[in-house]
C-alpha cells in the first residue's frame, strides 16, 4: 500500500521536532507528513480540512478543530495523555484516537523516585545553604530526616508507571499502598510485593510520601483540593508526574506554606505553560518555596522513550490507513469502531 498519497498533519514540530526515530518510520512508509507548528486554533482549521491523519504531541485538539476534518481517520497521539483531544468529537465524527499508554512507564517512575528523593533527602534545600557556607544549617535541616525503610508510599493510580515506582520503593523496603477504582480487583503483582489496595482516603491517611499516577479527565481534574490535601497526614509529601490539573496548585501552595505538608515534587503544571513557544520566568507562589523541587514536564524523556512513541504513535497510524485498528490497549475511543461518521 502506498501511504505516500494520504495527507497527515504532524503538529507542534518546533516545540516537539519529529526524533530520528520517526523520521525513520516516515522513511519506512514512504510519509511526508506536513510539518507545522500552530499558535492558534484558527491557524489549524485549513490545514486539518483534508488531512487524512493527525500527529499531535501537545497541541490541543478541540471540538472546533475535530469538526473541520473532513477527512480524518485518526488523530495519532505520540505520548499518553489525551486530555487536550476532545475525545466525545472526535468520537462522533468516527475519528479514531489513539496513543501509546506504556512508552514512558519507566522513565515516569525514575523521574517520580528521583523527586520523591530529592524531597525526603532535602537536597535542594541544603544546595543554596552550602553555597553561602552555611554547612551546620544544611546539616540541622537533615536531623529530622527519616530512613526511607520506616516510610510508607501511597500510589494514587495502579497502572504501569505506578507499578514500576513500587518495583523501586520496593528496593528501599518501603511499605506500598495504593488505589484504584476497582478495589476489588485481583492483582498479581500487588501480592508479589505485598502491596495493599486501599480507598484514596485510607492511603492518604496511612502514608508518608504520595505519588500521583493517573489521567486528567473530568473525575481527577483538582482532585488533590485543599480539603484532600488537608486529608493527608501532617509531613506527607507529594510527587506529581502525571498531569499539573489533577492537583489546584493554589491550594497546594498554601497548604506547603502553612507547613501541614513537608514538600511537593513536581513535573506537571497547571499554572506554568511549559509548552509555551516564548520563555519567561514563571510567576506562581508554589514555585517560590523551598520545599517544592520542580522540573519541566520531563519525566518521559530518553532515548529509548523518544524511540518508542515515535514507533507506536506512527504505527497506529499506519493501522488505521491500512484498513486495520492499532492493538486495544492504544486505542483511547474504542467505540468509534462501532460509531459511523457523522
Known sequence: MDFSEFKIVRFNCKSFPPSEF????YREYNLTP???EC???EDALSLVEDAAAVLVVAQPIPALLINNMKRCQVISRLGAGTDKIDIEAATGRGILVSN???FCVEEQADHA?????ACTRKLFQQRPLFLKGHYNKARDICRPLRRMSELKLGLVGFGGSAKAMARRANGFGMKILATRNDLSKQDAFASQLKIDIVSLDELLHHCDIVSLHLPLNNTTHHLFNRSRLLSMKPGCILINTARGGIVDENALANVLREGHLAA??????QVVDVHAGHSHPPDH????????????HT???SKESSRDVSFGGIENLIAVLSGSSPPARNIVNPDVLNTPPQ
Open 113 to 117: 523516585f528521583a523527586l520523591l528523593l
Open 39 to 41: 499558535e492558534t486554533i
Open 34 to 36: 506536513l510539518e507545522v
Open 285 to 296: 507562589a508554589l514555585l517560590s518555596l523551598p520545599n517544592v523541587v520542580i522540573t519541566p
Open 100 to 102: 501509546v499508554p506504556d
Open 299 to 301: 519525566a518521559a524523556f
Open 22 to 25: 520517526e523520521r525513520q518510520k
Open 264 to 269: 511537593a515534587g513536581l513535573d506537571t503544571f
